[in-house]
């Protein structure tokens, strides 16, 4: 069984400053873990995953995400936020080497000029 | 090939009537997913297959639901007798995988809109 907490329903920045979005996971394998992005009217787009190489994954866009097993978090970061960054952002786990994922409920961020 | 397509972009529909919804994926992509993002909620499983064949269906998919992918290239969603429940946005995806495992490489489509009145 996996699942996916995020722990953050909105967040909302202004430009420049830094951006965390907050992911736990949960999952009976080894899990492979992604962070996609859904712009308004757009399709789902994949900004980084993470399938046991490196823990510190970069992804698109200047974001990034980092592993850490032993408190079972996959949290999002970028440096500075842009006005385009704002989206829903959507936390997903699936077990190594299997095809279904497992969606977050999503966080909204919110940036202000 | 410029991506996943999903056909149509938006759907209106009676409750009681039946609907299909069609999407073509990434032509060299073999998985193609179907997953359902209902309001204020994450995308949700319902079903893929490899080829023709229909690996996984999830609990979800009753049995108002079917899909098919006949020829392994475009896959059609159908809903019997929609209720207001249904009404949800229908995602497609595509994949490519090879000895059993998938790359991961998901490719989505910009999806249905069904509203069911």
């Known amino acids: 069984a996996q699942s996916v907490t995020q722990l953050d329903s909105h967040v909302s920045v202004s430009e420049g400053t830094p951006v965390l979005l907050r992911c736990n996971y949960s999952?009976?394998?080894?899990?492979?873990l992604f962070w996609y992005v859904q712009h308004p009217n757009k399709g789902l787009q994949l900004l980084l995953k993470?399938?046991?190489?490196?823990?510190l994954v970069k992804g698109i866009n200047g974001f990034e995400a980092e592993f850490k097993k032993s408190e079972t978090s996959f949290h999002l970061t970028k440096p500075s936020a842009h006005m385009s960054d704002a989206a829903e952002y959507f936390c997903?786990?699936?077990?190594?080497?299997?095809?279904?994922?497992?969606f977050g409920k999503g966080t909204m961020l919110l940036v202000s000029p | 090939d410029t991506g996943v397509s999903q056909d149509p972009r938006h759907k209106i529909t009676k409750r009681g009537q039946n609907v299909t919804f069609r999407c073509d994926p990434i032509?060299?992509?073999?998985?193609l997913y179907w997953y359902r993002q209902t309001l204020g909620q994450g995308p949700e499983f319902l079903t893929y297959?490899?080829?023709?064949?229909?690996?996984?269906k999830s609990r979800l998919l009753s049995d108002r639901f079917s899909a098919e992918r006949p020829k392994g290239s475009f896959s059609t969603l159908e809903i019997q007798r929609t209720e207001q429940g249904d009404s949800a946005m229908y995602l497609c995806?595509?994949?490519?995988?090879?000895?059993?495992?998938?790359?991961?490489?998901?490719?989505f489509g910009s999806g249905t809109r069904l509203t069911v009145v």
């Open positions: 032509s060299e992509h073999n998985r």
């Open positions: 999952s009976s394998y080894s899990p492979s």
């Open positions: 995806a595509s994949s490519l995988a090879s000895g059993g495992r998938s790359n991961y490489g998901y490719t």
């Open positions: 997903v786990v699936g077990p190594q080497g299997y095809s279904t994922l497992t």
């Open positions: 993470y399938t046991s190489a490196a823990t």
């Open positions: 297959f490899q080829n023709e064949a229909q690996l996984e």
